[in-house]
């Protein structure tokens, strides 16, 4: 009899260091937490008045409808109005295109005006995009190209049907020694190699070296402040 109860005992006892060992259940796992995205992959609006102004006239165009094609960007894409105006009218104005480019926005800024007005109750047929410049003196290659990944995902959700031309981040600088064009050409290096770029509703393109001498030069012919275009740019 002892025996048998000493055998009892010892498989009890085993029973409870097995079950207290037992892996936790799934629902006992800690939760994981929601990735946080860099500060260029969050929507912020500027507090410039004179931001908010071009913002809401923007808006008002887009709401009169009769848009087929956008160009999104910061002040390379604004300068269209400016040094580009007789190439736009030659070109674009024909096409019902609409300038959302505003002067001095980085991804972050571009990404709050897409999710506030800039694509309300319009599906062009084309959206360009280039942005990330403005970043470049702040940020790391990899937080610009998450900015951008972000713009495209909203441009997906709330235009569809809109193809997307993502063009790599212009080339800055007297040359490829420059810091700032080092970062802009990793950043749009990563954004060329990402899932994103699908082929078909969303396309990358590189045109940086059409503005560039043989030797990675960049004219104050084509670009006065090595920065924006000039009308020959």
Do not use: C
């Given at each position: 009899?002892?025996?048998?109860?000493?055998?009892?005992?010892?498989?009890?006892?085993?029973?409870?260091?097995?079950?207290?060992?037992?892996?936790?259940?799934?629902?006992?796992?800690?939760?994981?937490?929601?990735?946080k995205?860099?500060?260029?992959?969050?929507?912020?609006?500027?507090?410039?008045?004179?931001?908010?102004?071009r913002?809401?006239?923007?808006?008002?165009r887009?709401?009169?409808?009769?848009?087929?094609?956008?160009?999104?960007?910061?002040?390379?894409?604004?300068?269209?109005?400016?040094?580009?105006?007789?190439?736009?009218?030659?070109?674009?104005?024909?096409?019902?295109?609409?300038?959302?480019?505003?002067?001095?926005?980085?991804?972050?800024?571009?990404?709050?005006?897409?999710?506030?007005?800039?694509?309300?109750?319009?599906?062009?047929?084309?959206?360009?995009?280039?942005?990330?410049?403005?970043?470049?003196?702040?940020?790391?290659?990899?937080?610009?190209?998450?900015?951008?990944?972000?713009?495209?995902?909203?441009?997906?959700?709330?235009?569809?049907?809109?193809?997307?031309?993502?063009?790599?981040?212009?080339?800055?600088?007297?040359?490829?020694?420059?810091?700032?064009?080092?970062?802009?050409?990793?950043?749009?290096?990563?954004?060329?190699?990402s899932?994103?770029?699908?082929?078909?509703?969303?396309?990358?393109?590189?045109?940086?070296?059409?503005?560039?001498?043989p030797?990675?030069?960049?004219?104050?012919?084509?670009?006065p402040?090595?920065?924006?275009?000039?009308?020959?740019g």
């Amino acid at each position: 009899m002892r025996r048998v109860r000493f055998v009892w005992m010892s498989l009890a006892i085993a029973l409870g260091v097995l079950m207290s060992s037992r892996p936790v259940a799934a629902q006992d796992a800690p939760v994981k937490q929601a990735r946080k995205l860099p500060p260029t992959a969050t929507a912020a609006p500027r507090n410039d008045p004179w931001w908010k102004q071009r913002q809401e006239s923007m808006n008002a165009r887009v709401a009169k409808g009769n848009v087929d094609l956008v160009l999104i960007g910061d002040s390379i894409t604004q300068g269209w109005e400016g040094g580009g105006k007789k190439a736009w009218d030659e070109f674009y104005a024909k096409r019902n295109a609409v300038n959302l480019g505003i002067g001095g926005d980085q991804t972050q800024h571009v990404l709050w005006r897409l999710q506030n007005g800039n694509l309300k109750g319009i599906s062009p047929k084309l959206a360009v995009l280039m942005i990330g410049t403005n970043n470049a003196g702040g940020n790391r290659p990899e937080e610009i190209a998450a900015g951008i990944r972000a713009i495209i995902r909203t441009l997906r959700k709330n235009a569809p049907d809109t193809k997307i031309l993502v063009l790599a981040i212009f080339p800055r600088g007297p040359n490829n020694d420059d810091g700032l064009r080092k970062i802009n050409a990793e950043a749009s290096e990563l954004v060329a190699r990402s899932k994103r770029i699908d082929g078909k509703m969303v396309k990358f393109k590189d045109i940086g070296k059409k503005f560039l001498e043989p030797d990675g030069t960049l004219t104050k012919e084509i670009m006065p402040d090595l920065l924006h275009l000039s009308p020959k740019g």
